[in-house]
């Protein structure tokens, strides 16, 4: 930026201009002390004479106003007005004055200040609205994630109120009054967005687990309580070999999920780590009627419908926690039932938990954004 027309940094043609002035007693002694505008008596119909003399004497006070920037909008206002009345005056000096060419110069110079101030007071003001803007978006990031949990419609609104605080923080220029207290604020503008960035990333990881667990619970379910074929008559829709992989497959998402800040604290977490202790459950009981069967090959080789297990190989605990059905004696149950049932049961747990936090959501409904300009 070009410098003003200040004591200590005045350009060429603003030193030719301000000489008259020292030379009629204004600053004379260049001092810090206040400048005080000692106008003619005829400013309401001045002379051509006394017209530039008062236009000089307010051109000078309007540099020792901006002297050592940067400066509030009031100031700027203030030296912008001294301007405008300094060029008001020049401006009515006649054409056939003998100061009309010596005014005209003046001029030139004194429409340059004027449009540079009013730049500055124009990039101040922004300034001033951005920090009062960002501070009002800091404010509803803050409101907004009081009191979690919450869902992910309400942490992306933090965020993004976060990141408006932060770019109109950054918008402020170093050459404004506000850019210090910019800079500060930014520090902690950062920090709270970042927080609030590892909350979406956890929402969102959560949500998709949630959407995942239940596909895996509902496909088995199904597959289980469809019709079982002649041809297909042993098969509970999927191989252990298969169920096993794909548990494991579940289990890493877990873990992936667990890894994520706040996740053990999210509602999400204990169903689906209640979920994985069923699927653990059912490959238990799958892996027990396996190597029951292959002790038991010569006498369980037609066992395809039912795939009966006894019950004495079974957890008490699991037969209650899960409702598994037994034989009318107790002794026996049957492990494709036993498989439907714990699948059924887990896809109507989740399938409730996903519609909580559907409801969740609508509830906590996050409000639009406000602040921006």
């Known amino acids: 930026m070009r410098?003003?027309?200040?004591?200590?940094?005045?350009?060429?043609?603003?030193?030719?201009?301000?000489?008259?002035?020292?030379?009629?007693?204004?600053?004379?002694?260049?001092?810090?002390?206040?400048?005080?505008?000692q106008l003619s008596a005829t400013v309401q119909s001045p002379t051509s004479r006394n017209a530039l003399a008062d236009a000089e004497a307010l051109a000078w006070e309007a540099a020792v106003l901006v002297q050592n920037p940067p400066h509030p909008v009031a100031t700027w206002r203030n030296a912008r007005l001294?301007?405008?009345?300094?060029?008001?005056?020049?401006?009515?000096?006649?054409?056939?004055?003998?100061?009309?060419?010596?005014?005209?110069?003046?001029?030139?110079?004194?429409?340059?200040?004027?449009?540079?101030?009013?730049?500055?007071?124009?990039r101040e003001k922004?300034?001033?609205?951005?920090?009062?803007?960002?501070?009002?978006?800091?404010?509803?990031?803050?409101?907004?994630?009081?009191?979690?949990?919450?869902?992910?419609?309400?942490?992306?609104?933090?965020?993004?109120?976060?990141?408006?605080?932060?770019?109109r923080l950054e918008a402020i220029p170093q050459t404004t009054t506000l850019a210090a207290k910019a800079q500060q604020s930014l520090k902690?503008?950062?920090?709270?967005?970042?927080?609030?960035?590892?909350?979406?990333?956890?929402?969102e990881t959560a949500s998709a687990s949630l959407q995942e667990f239940f596909t895996k619970a509902n496909l088995l379910a199904q597959s289980a309580e469809a019709p079982i074929s002649v041809a297909g008559r042993a098969d509970v829709g999927?191989?252990?070999?298969?169920?096993?992989?794909?548990?494991?497959?579940?289990?890493?998402q877990l873990k992936d999920f667990a890894r994520h800040?706040?996740?053990?604290?999210?509602?999400?977490?204990?169903?689906?780590?209640?979920?994985?202790?069923?699927?653990?459950?059912?490959?238990?009981?799958?892996?027990?009627?396996?190597?029951?069967?292959?002790?038991?090959?010569?006498?369980l080789y037609d066992d395809l419908y039912d795939q009966h297990l006894p019950t004495e190989l079974v957890p008490p605990s699991d037969i209650k926690k899960y409702s598994l059905k037994t034989s009318l004696d107790g002794t026996r149950l049957s492990l494709r039932v036993s498989l439907a049932q714990i699948w059924s049961d887990m896809r109507d747990r989740l399938l409730l938990t996903r519609k909580q936090q559907q409801d969740f959501a609508a509830q906590r409904q996050a409000p639009s954004e406000s602040g921006k300009l």
């Open 126 to 167: 922004k300034a001033t609205q951005n920090f009062k803007f960002a501070q009002r978006n800091a404010w509803n990031a803050a409101v907004l994630v009081q009191d979690p949990p919450h869902p992910l419609g309400v942490w992306q609104s933090a965020e993004s109120q976060w990141q408006t605080a932060i770019d």
């Open 188 to 203: 902690t503008y950062r920090a709270n967005y970042q927080e609030i960035q590892q909350r979406v990333k956890t929402e």
């Open 238 to 252: 999927i191989s252990y070999e298969q169920y096993e992989k794909l548990v494991q497959g579940l289990d890493q």
């Open 261 to 299: 800040p706040h996740a053990k604290s999210h509602p999400l977490y204990n169903s689906l780590t209640q979920t994985m202790t069923d699927h653990e459950t059912a490959l238990r009981l799958w892996k027990t009627y396996l190597q029951y069967k292959q002790i038991h090959a010569a006498w």
């Open 3 to 37: 410098h003003l027309l200040l004591a200590t940094t005045l350009s060429a043609g603003a030193v030719s201009l301000i000489a008259p002035l020292i030379n009629q007693g204004f600053g004379a002694s260049r001092s810090d002390q206040p400048v005080v505008r």
């Open 82 to 122: 001294h301007w405008k009345e300094a060029i008001e005056l020049l401006e009515a000096i006649p054409a056939d004055s003998e100061l009309a060419d010596q005014a005209k110069q003046k001029l030139a110079v004194y429409r340059a200040n004027y449009a540079e101030i009013s730049d500055r007071l124009k």
